[in-house]
């Protein structure tokens, strides 16, 4: 059960964080 919420955990940071880049990349193409 602990391996399975570390895994969950890793995988929402990893959505969050592609989530953030992918935001960020938007904003800078605006800006161009």
Do not use: M
């Amino acid at each position: 059960a602990q391996v399975s919420a570390v895994i969950i955990c890793y995988y929402y940071c990893f959505s969050y964080y592609l989530f953030v880049i992918a935001k960020l990349d938007i904003r800078y193409q605006n800006q161009l």
